[in-house]
């Protein structure tokens, strides 16, 4: 992979994360402006912005093709970022507590 060709995938990368993350905040904000609990709003929220990274990811960041099925992709993603949803969801209840 040349130069170009990286820098244009950092690029991809860079600006997927930032759809991706404000597409999160987006859903996690109309909720609450719902009078949804915060708890349900973040689950949401969070669950809608890690679709929409596996989909921008795949298709257009690393352009990926290959021999896995589409569950089978959906299921290595999974696992992979479980321990990041973990993360995430100590680090919101421990915030609860504070």
Known sequence: ?????????LRRYGVAGI???LLGYAVI???MVLSVSALVANVAGYAVARVL???????????????LS?????IRYSFLHFPGSLFFAARWLISLNE
């Open 53 to 67: 990274a596996f989909v921008l990811n795949r298709q257009w960041v690393f352009e990926a093709a290959g021999n």
């Open 1 to 9: 992979m040349n130069i170009s060709a990286v820098l244009t995938q």
């Open 70 to 74: 589409g569950q089978a992709r959906v």
């Open 29 to 31: 904000s109309a909720l």
């Open 19 to 21: 759809v991706n993350t």
